[in-house]
C-alpha cells in the first residue's frame, strides 16, 4: 500500500499540488498537514508512520515535507526500513525500496545538509563582520544595568514582592527573573 504524506508550513497555504501528485502515484490513503518541517511534533505524520505496515512505503511529494534536518530525514527513513517499509520522494525520484534509491536518498540528504550548512556560515559570518562595525542583532534589553541595581535595592526590602519589583520596573516577573535568578528568594 502507497500511504502518502503532504505538509505545508502555513495556514495560509495549501496542499493542493501535493494532493494531486499524490494521488497521480497512486497513494490508497494521503494523510495531511499544516505545520512546520522544523516542529517535531507532527499528528498527522504520527498517524502515517503508525498506519504504515511492513511492504508498505511512504511517499511525500518532496524530500523536505518529511523533514528539515539530515538527522531527522535518515533517523525516520532508517525507522521506516527498521519495520519494512519504503520510502518515495516523487520530485527527487527517490525510491529507498532500491538499492540505487537508497544511495540517491543519501546523497541528497547530504547536499540539502551541504546547503543549510552553507547558509548558517554565510549568516554567522554576516552577523560577525556587523559585529566588527559596531552593530549588534537581537532584542534590545528589557533591563538596564541601571535597571537591575534598582531591581536589587528593591527587592531587599521585604515589604515589596519580587511581583511587584516586576511590575514597578515595568517588566514581567518571568522577565525580572531572568536578569536576577534569586529573584524568587529575595
Not at 502507497?2 to 501535493?18: F, M, P
Not at 520522494?89 to 540505487?100: C, L, N, Q, V, W
Request: aromatic fraction near 6%.
Amino acid at each position: 500500500m502507497k500511504i502518502g504524506y503532504a505538509r505545508v508550513s502555513t495556514a495560509e497555504q495549501n496542499n493542493d499540488l501535493q494532493i494531486d501528485a499524490l494521488q497521480k502515484e497512486g497513494c490508497d490513503k494521503i494523510f495531511e498537514e499544516k505545520a512546520s518541517g522544523a516542529q517535531r511534533d507532527r499528528p498527522e505524520l504520527k498517524s502515517a508512520l503508525g498506519y504504515a505496515r511492513a511492504g508498505d512505503t511512504i511517499v511525500v511529494w518532496k524530500l523536505d515535507r518529511l523533514a528539515r534536518s539530515l538527522k531527522q530525514l535518515i533517523e525516520t527513513v532508517e525507522d521506516l526500513e527498521k519495520h519494512g517499509i519504503g520510502f518515495k520522494s516523487i520530485t527527487e525520484s527517490i525510491d529507498t525500496s532500491t538499492s540505487g534509491g537508497k544511495l540517491i536518498f543519501h546523497i541528497f540528504a547530504s547536499l540539502a545538509e551541504f546547503e543549510r550548512n552553507i547558509i548558517r556560515e554565510r549568516t554567522k559570518a554576516g552577523l560577525e563582520s556587523a559585529k566588527a562595525r559596531g552593530r549588534t542583532g537581537g532584542r534590545p534589553s528589557k533591563m538596564s544595568e541601571d535597571d537591575i541595581e534598582v531591581a536589587k535595592t528593591l527587592l531587599k526590602n521585604p515589604d515589596i514582592t519580587a511581583k511587584e519589583v516586576a511590575r514597578r520596573m515595568g517588566v514581567s516577573f518571568a522577565t525580572l527573573y531572568r536578569y536576577l535568578p534569586k529573584a524568587r528568594s529575595l
